[in-house]
């Protein structure tokens, strides 16, 4: 089935590099969200995308984190300048609507060097 | 703004034994309630939610959680366990009526032995 994709589902990287991690929603989710699990604790919040509303960037933790989508379709999540604290499981997730539960991709792994 | 706190970092268990994952909310507005499973290497799936009207939910697999709003809990039972539930389980709240982010508790990890 076509659920949520995310790529690549691995990264590994120098600290002080760029990352570019991506995510293809389900068809027709106008609702994205970008979550961040550091090992051993639960999920951050990190940014939501509600259709051609202003997205909420409430939980971005600094100004090296930036995401975008065009429409109401893929999202990309860039790290500038990455730091080994920015080590994590990156997930996104869509739903139909904001009052509908999320689905979740199986996430990328970034470990920073 | 709204919280979780599941108080059980870790549950060790075994197969055919009952076993109860605690929530607690914080909020001061009426919220949605969910349970997310996440299977070893795998990304998280819905379990069960609490939108309206019973306030005792079931999921498919035999799990299911009661919504009590005096004690602001959500916990989540089993009567019999498998190995298969050995699992990452999270509490998660949103807003009632106006979903958004989702705030998720840090999880618990049960682990069924045989």
């Known amino acids: 089935g076509a659920g949520v994709s995310q790529s690549p589902s691995n990264k590994v990287t120098e600290k002080g590099k760029d990352v570019e991690l991506r995510c293809d929603p389900i068809?027709?989710?106008?609702?994205l969200y970008w979550y961040r699990q550091r090992l051993g604790q639960g999920l951050e919040f990190l940014i939501y995308?509600?259709?051609?509303?202003?997205?909420?960037k409430s939980g971005l933790p600094s100004d090296r984190f930036s995401a975008e989508r065009t429409g109401e379709s893929v999202s990309t999540l860039t790290i500038q300048r990455t730091q080994q604290e920015d080590s994590a499981v990156y997930l996104c997730?869509?739903?139909?609507?904001?009052?509908?539960?999320?689905?979740f991709g199986d996430g990328t792994r970034l470990s920073i060097l | 703004a709204q919280s979780v706190t599941q108080l059980d970092s870790q549950v060790p268990v075994f197969e055919e034994a009952p076993v109860e994952l605690r929530c607690n909310y914080s909020?001061?507005?009426?919220?949605?309630l969910f349970w997310y499973v996440q299977y070893p290497n795998q990304g998280l799936q819905l379990l069960l939610k609490?939108?309206?009207?019973?306030?005792l939910v079931e999921s498919i697999n035999g799990f299911e959680a009661e919504f009590n709003k005096s004690q602001t809990s959500f916990h989540l039972r089993k009567p019999s366990v498998h190995i298969s539930d050995t699992a990452e389980y999270f509490c998660?709240?949103?807003?009632?009526?106006?979903?958004?982010?989702?705030?998720f508790g840090t999880g618990t990890r049960l682990q069924v032995f045989p």
């Open positions: 997730a869509s739903s139909l609507s904001p009052v509908q539960p999320q689905h």
């Open positions: 068809s027709g989710h106008t609702a």
């Open positions: 995308f509600q259709g051609n509303s202003a997205p909420d």
């Open positions: 909020s001061s507005v009426s919220v949605y």
């Open positions: 609490y939108l309206s009207g019973s306030t």
């Open positions: 998660a709240v949103t807003r009632r009526g106006n979903t958004d982010k989702l705030i």
